[in-house]
């Protein structure tokens, strides 16, 4: 029962003499907290194991950067260092040492990100704790942890993981820097920020614009300082985040590996380009998708528009139409926006009742509208970003939005608690969640079939207690706690029980979602693009331990020629598969095989489909040559890098557009005797160089010198089918 002495939301006191800020600490604090830090874990390390090596591009790089110290300082592909991944190597650095410590698996490749997710839910609960108190803070750690896209990407090793809680922690930073105008903690914020550009290069300085006017404006101190100390935050900031970049701009080209997903080898090309503002105006040479000026689906031999988004609107360039209801709209909404309305209306609230304090934070007040202003202005911002951006855009990138979200929940709740009194925070409360229960009624929905009396239970509970709620207080201390269970529990079951589907599903490959398989959506769990333009009915959705079994999963539709994207398809299986995994081998439910192509050939999405045959021949005096393999695509290499546990190169990168290496540097390898074998990319359908269906994977935006090194091998070297596969031995010219 709530009393006086431990009221639900117990908040910060302020000590009249000192100006600092002490919380009376209700006796359950510290076991809630080890409670949710505890239920945080279980949930992420469920059943890890069942994802196999999840995205085989950089399951692949950590097994290259644990057998050599060069491919872990430059994030390469392959222990031969031939190229890196197209991304700076900060995300795969702790993959990269627990690989080296404990061997490579899937659970040392996966636990690293699972413990980012807990890490950043306890980051979470001290950032909302010290102005809002235990009660505010838990609240916004379940919502968080709940999230579905967070239950996806903490599990997985994207390296959206790692960026989600750098950006948290400088958050939390920014505030604690608020409290009293410190030097130290914005000097942290701009580390945390400097690592989080190591670890996605510009969506890490998406936040900075709304925190560092925040500090300019409110900081308790003189202008003259504040402008000092952001000047101080964003030398180190340059200096976290500018080290690497600078060695690897200084290293000679010629004994570094080149920098993939840049068409000069220059890695800050990269960062302005394919990974900066391309992503912004879709302008992103290199790039498979349609909003690639360069290329787009047609390069790839699929359908024009087949990149698109739900439905094959094609408003976002390829990507999706974009607009402010995208992150509401077709399964984006799923990950993400269930929490979204809420957050939005409670971040208005909480700043129309924090208002009446002074500019500075020298006051509870004050701090209070400070954490709205960081955490909303946050949140407005990548949203922002998100909903308008040209460019490759795929649902998970979402998971940055979580802690923002999450945040605004604890912190708004607790604020119109406390004022409930008022008819007009009552209201709003009571209507929030009404709103809630609506929205989660909508998502819910949008699966068909999929737990059709949740979405009822939800609807009916969450309209019970929002309209209970502004009469509870008065119907006694019983009723009140009863009510706001209700209503917690309503908000959180639809987004629980997308987690619980997300946990209990293995994902691989490149392009993962949460949940269940949305009807129009682009893809199911892990699945490509539902949505093909052209397609009748999209690609069939499925895959290794997907929701092929659960309803609405498993759609009916038609599959490309040879059974999806070239040499790939969804996103779902195929990669080969970790110690102890059970996913990852077979096609799903939903009737397409959707790993690799024929013969073992992996594509663009997801790694190859390797066998033992195949594995024996790239084993066979491996350690003669630098890399036992060469193969168009980063994917496609991975699967038999992986496989093998020998060095495979990646002509040509992710896309197998990049023009690395040329094809005269391909052939001094050869004459040195570095790479033993050639894979073609085609099996037994399409022929050489083509993936699934004939359609072509070297010759793609950017550029054709993995094409022109394919043609080279296919004319001048003796072929063999190995274990389907077409290999062509380099040792062994035909002339």
């Not at 003499?17 to 604090?29: D, N, Q, S």
């Not at 942890?145 to 994207?158: C, E, G, I, Q, Y």
């Amino acid at each position: 029962m709530t009393t006086a002495a431990t009221p639900l939301f117990p908040v910060p006191e302020t000590r009249a003499r000192t100006g600092r800020r002490a919380v009376e600490r209700p006796r359950w604090e510290r076991p809630a907290l080890a409670g949710l830090l505890i239920a945080t874990a279980a949930l992420l390390l469920w059943d890890l194991g069942s994802s196999g090596y999840a995205n085989s591009f950089y399951s692949a790089a950590a097994q290259a950067g644990s057998e050599s110290w060069k491919a872990f300082f430059f994030g390469s592909s392959d222990a031969g260092n031939s190229i890196t991944v197209d991304k700076p190597p900060a995300a795969l650095w702790p993959m990269m040492l627990s690989v080296r410590l404990f061997g490579l698996g899937s659970w040392q490749i996966l636990v690293p990100q699972a413990l980012m997710g807990v890490g950043t839910t306890a980051v979470l609960y001290a950032a909302v704790c010290r102005q809002f108190g235990p009660g505010a803070a838990l609240l916004s750690g379940a919502a968080f942890a709940l999230t579905p896209v967070a239950a996806l990407m903490f599990r997985f090793n994207n390296p959206d993981a790692l960026l989600t809680l750098l950006l948290t922690v400088t958050v939390y930073c920014v505030l604690r820097a608020l409290d009293g105008a410190r030097t130290r903690w914005l000097v942290w914020a701009g580390v945390a920020v400097g690592f989080a550009f190591l670890t996605k290069t510009l969506q890490a300085f998406v936040i900075l614009p709304p925190l560092a006017l925040l500090y300019a404006v409110c900081a308790p101190t003189r202008l003259r300082r504040r402008l000092g100390q952001l000047l101080l935050a964003g030398l180190a900031m340059v200096a976290a985040g500018g080290w690497w970049v600078a060695i690897v701009e200084l290293w000679p080209a010629s004994s570094r590996p080149y920098i993939g997903g840049s068409q000069n080898n220059s890695f800050l090309e990269l960062t302005l380009g394919y990974n900066g503002l391309g992503r912004i105006n879709g302008n992103e040479t290199g790039s498979v998708g349609g909003g690639s000026r360069t290329g787009g689906a047609a390069a790839y031999g699929l359908p024009e528009g087949a990149m698109g988004g739900p439905g094959g609107r094609a408003g976002g360039g390829g990507w999706g139409e974009t607009g402010i209801d995208r992150l509401f709209a077709g399964n984006i909404g799923g990950q993400i926006s269930w929490l979204l309305p809420a957050a939005l209306v409670l971040l208005v609230a909480g700043l129309v009742v924090t208002w009446r304090a002074r500019r500075a934070t020298d006051s509870l007040d004050g701090m209070a509208r400070a954490a709205f202003l960081a955490w909303g202005g946050s949140l407005l911002i990548t949203a922002i970003v998100f909903s308008y951006m040209q460019g490759i855009f795929h649902e998970y990138y979402t998971v940055a939005l979580a802690p923002f979200v999450a945040a605004l929940i604890g912190m708004g709740v607790a604020v119109l608690w406390e004022e409930r009194g008022s008819a007009a925070a009552a209201i709003t409360l009571s209507g929030t969640l009404a709103l809630t229960a609506v929205w989660s009624y909508v998502l819910l929905g949008r699966a068909t079939g999929y737990l059709p009396w949740l979405r009822w239970a939800v609807l009916v509970g969450g309209l019970l207690a929002a309209a209970a709620l502004p009469f509870a207080a008065r119907a006694g201390r019983r009723m009140l706690p009863a009510v706001a269970a209700l209503g917690v529990a309503a908000a959180l079951a639809g987004p629980l029980a997308y987690c619980l589907t997300t946990v209990n599903t293995g994902h691989t490959g490149s392009i993962v979602t949460a949940g269940p398989a949305v009807a129009g959506g682009r893809g199911g769990p892990g699945g490509m693009m539902g949505g093909f333009r052209g397609i009748p009915g999209g690609l069939p959705q499925g895959g290794p331990g997907s929701q092929g079994g659960q309803p609405g999963a498993g759609q009916p539709g038609a599959a490309l020629p040879g059974g999806g994207l070239p040499g790939g398809g969804p996103s779902q299986g195929g990669t080969a598969p970790g110690p102890g995994t059970a996913g990852a081998r077979d096609g799903g439910r939903g009737g397409a095989r959707t790993g690799g192509g024929p013969g073992g050939a992996g594509g663009l999405l997801n790694g190859a489909r390797v066998g033992a045959e195949a594995k024996a021949a790239l084993t066979t005096d491996a350690d003669e040559y630098t890399w036992a393999a060469a193969t168009i695509g980063s994917q496609n290499a991975a699967g038999y890098q992986l496989a093998s546990g020998a060095p495979v190169m990646a002509l040509g990168g992710f896309n197998g557009s990049d023009p690395s290496p040329t094809l005269e540097q391909f052939k001094a390898y050869v004459r040195a005797g570095k790479i033993h074998w050639f894979i073609g990319q085609g099996g037994t359908t399409g022929g050489p160089g083509t993936g699934e269906g004939g359609a072509r994977m070297g010759g793609g935006p950017g550029g054709g010198t993995s094409s022109e090194i394919e043609n080279w091998v296919t004319a001048g070297f003796k072929k063999s089918t190995v274990g389907g596969a077409t290999f062509y031995d380099l040792t062994a010219p035909t002339s």
